[in-house]
Nanobody, 126 residues
Framework: QVQLVESGGGLVQAAGSLRLSCAASGRTFSSFSMGWFRQAPGKEREFVAALSWTTWSRNTYYADSVKGRFTISRDNAKNTINLQMNSLRPEDTAVYYC?????????????????WGQGTQVTVSS
C-alpha cells in the first residue's frame, strides 16, 4: 500500500497560480503512474493529469481542459509529484486528489488507481 498526502491548495483569484504537491510513502514500484483528479460539488471525479514511469520511459498526460495551463512533474529526491497550475479559472475550483496506479496503461481512468490521498481544496474566485 502507498500513502499519499496532498498539500498546496488554497484560495486564489482567476488568472493566478497554485502548486500542489503529493508526498508518497510506503510500497514502491519500478513502473507506475501517478495522477491528479478533481471533484467539484455535485460532479463526478475527473482526470486532470498523470505521469507514467517505467525503466525506459516517462510520459505525461493532461485533460484537454487543463492542457497548456497545468504541468505535472516528479521530484525524485523528495518522492513527490507536483501539479503546477497557472492561469486558473473559476471552473478549476474543486477538491484535488493525488492517486497512484501500478499500471502505466489507461492512466486517465479513475478505476486504474489503487491508492488515493485525502484531497486538497482549490478555490478560484472570479
Amino acid at each position: 500500500q502507498v500513502q499519499l498526502v496532498e498539500s498546496g491548495g488554497g484560495l486564489v483569484q482567476a488568472a493566478g497560480s497554485l502548486r500542489l504537491s503529493c508526498a508518497a510513502s510506503g510500497r514502491t514500484f519500478s513502473s507506475f503512474s501517478m495522477g491528479w483528479f478533481r471533484q467539484a460539488p455535485g460532479k463526478e471525479r475527473e482526470f486532470v493529469a498523470a505521469l507514467s514511469w517505467t525503466t525506459w520511459s516517462r510520459n505525461t498526460y493532461y485533460a484537454d481542459s487543463v492542457k497548456g495551463r497545468f504541468t505535472i512533474s516528479r521530484d525524485n529526491a523528495k518522492n513527490t509529484i507536483n501539479l503546477q497550475m497557472n492561469s486558473l479559472r473559476p471552473e478549476d475550483t474543486a477538491v484535488y486528489y493525488c492517486a497512484v496506479s501500478q499500471s502505466t496503461l489507461e492512466v486517465t481512468t479513475r478505476n486504474r488507481y489503487s491508492d488515493w490521498g485525502q484531497g486538497t481544496q482549490v478555490t478560484v474566485s472570479s
